[in-house]
């Protein structure tokens, strides 16, 4: 209820906003409106909502995966550490642009270039806050499982990955904002089709009703996603929490 | 079954580069059926030895033997759960092939059949403790440790606990080692009790009990502790 007066707020303010900015500069809710709907039937909105979520997705599951295990890695060995450091916080520094322009001159204007840009963006976060994980692992813990003589998988996944848990969901949860942001910007300067490319396009000419249009439906794409998928993970992992207190 | 322990040093250095030393000499053999206790000043090494015996650490010197295949039961100082799963899944974890019989009559003696479904973390530390005593039991074990699990538990609690301990060693034919700084615990429990010295901690003295455990009665362990009392530990 809340959230559907906070909506509605929203809108009047656009709506208010465009009467006195003017048209040209700020066009109003049904303007918009009636260009989600014919790019919705022609079928162009999900085309290019469905190329940017599928590089969402890659991108993300690699650089989780690949961070994760990196991050842990540099948690439990020093040598891994210091081997990686160096490297982690250029990654950390290092300007999206940057390495974006880099993938697509390097390895041209193709998709395995975009996703893998996009991932190397996210990477240096997930093994960051992995690592931090990793290094509050509770020793005590670790040593309950040897004296039982517990199978590596099993501790992997009933001692190790439940103290893991919270840190994975953090790195998801920031990494994936990330991933959105970035995501557009490789699709601007290299792909197309995709939000990015669509807003780029409409950019170049001064298109603002299609601009708003695939800018609002990414938006609204974004908050299902976390509402629906982050926020029930989350809840999940931290139900033992929740019962004890 | 048997546990030949022939430790001559362990020492660690700390963070500021000294030596120190935590453990001399340490020698004994523990037979099957046969219980074992440690009994020395807080801070002697019990657990540094503990650690050695469990196969947790083996920097140290000289060497300890344990029969193969042997299967270790451990009761930590501090229980050490899961707190991410439940008391029963706790025991399954490091017992996967216990049977449900032997689960229930398990968690009977131990008074946790309430409590199956519960998360460690809505436990009390005597609750706790006897999970942690169960999971040690499960995987039937040829070797025992328990350091220290009657340690922060009220007098009468402590009491039935220590029964609960007695009836479950009694149960089975495994060495066990029990750690504890407490006499009483020390007579009622065990058959051989070393004394240990301070840090670096060296045996001083043995004591074999021959009544065996469930025959002692109450004036007999009362003789017992007044003998062992009288014991010069200070000078040995």
């Avoid at chain 1, 906003?17 to 109003?28: E, N, Q, R, T, Y």
């Avoid at chain 2, 974890?93 to 460690?120: I, K, M, Q, Y």
């Amino acid at each position: 209820m809340l959230r559907l007066l906070s909506f509605a707020l929203f809108i009047a303010t656009w709506w208010i906003a465009s009467l006195v900015i003017g048209d040209a500069k700020l066009p109003a809710p049904p303007a918009v409106l009636s260009v989600l709907i014919a790019e919705a039937r022609s079928g162009a909105l999900f085309v290019n909502l469905g190329a940017t979520l599928a590089r969402v997705a890659l991108a993300f599951t690699l650089a989780m995966a690949i961070g994760s295990a990196i991050g842990y890695l540099m948690g439990r060995v020093s040598l891994a550490n210091r081997l990686g450091d160096p490297w982690l916080i250029l990654l950390l520094n290092l300007p999206a642009l940057v390495v974006i322009v880099l993938a697509y001159i390097w390895a041209g204007l193709t998709e395995v270039a975009a996703i893998a840009a996009i991932a190397i963006n996210k990477l240096p976060t997930a093994v960051v806050t992995l690592r931090e994980g990793a290094r509050a692992l509770d020793p005590a813990l670790d040593e309950m499982a040897t004296a039982f003589a517990l199978p590596r998988g099993r501790a992997f996944r009933h001692v190790i990955l439940p103290q893991l848990a919270p840190y994975i969901a953090a790195a998801a949860r920031s990494g994936l904002s990330l991933v959105w942001k970035i995501v557009l910007v490789a699709e601007y300067l290299g792909r197309p089709n995709g939000v990015g490319f669509e807003i780029g396009v409409a950019f170049q000419l001064f298109d603002i009703p299609l601009l708003l249009a695939y800018s609002l439906s990414f938006a609204g794409v974004v908050l299902v996603i976390e509402t629906v998928m982050v926020q029930p993970f989350e809840t999940r992992l931290t139900r033992w929490r929740l019962r004890a207190a | 079954m048997q546990l030949e322990v022939n430790i001559t040093g362990k020492s660690f250095e700390s963070a500021a580069g000294k030596r120190h030393d935590v453990l001399d000499n340490v020698t004994f053999t523990l037979n099957a059926g046969e219980v074992g206790v440690l009994f020395g000043p807080s801070g002697c090494g019990k657990s540094t030895l503990l650690k050695i015996l469990a196969g947790l650490d083996g920097n140290y010197q000289g060497h300890v033997t344990r029969s193969p295949g042997m299967r270790l039961g451990m009761v930590f100082q501090e229980p050490r759960l899961l707190p991410w799963r439940t008391v029963e899944e706790n025991v399954r974890l490091a017992a996967p092939e216990v049977d449900d019989g032997t689960l229930a009559a398990l968690f009977e003696v131990l008074e946790l059949s309430a409590h199956h479904n519960h998360f460690p973390g809505e436990l009390s530390l005597g609750l706790a403790r006897r999970v942690a005593l169960a999971r040690a039991f499960a995987i039937e074990p040829d070797f025992l440790i328990l350091d220290e699990p009657l340690a922060s538990l009220d007098n009468a609690l402590a009491g039935r606990l220590r029964d609960q301990i007695a009836t479950l060693v009694a149960s089975r034919k495994m060495m066990t080692l029990l750690v504890t700084h407490d006499l009483d615990d020390a007579v009622r429990l065990g058959d051989r009790l070393f004394f240990l010295s301070p840090r670096p901690a060296r045996i001083l003295h043995v004591e074999t009990i021959a009544a065996p455990r469930a025959t002692r009665g109450e004036p007999e362990i009362g003789e017992i502790k007044r003998q062992l009392s009288q014991l010069d530990l200070a000078n040995m």
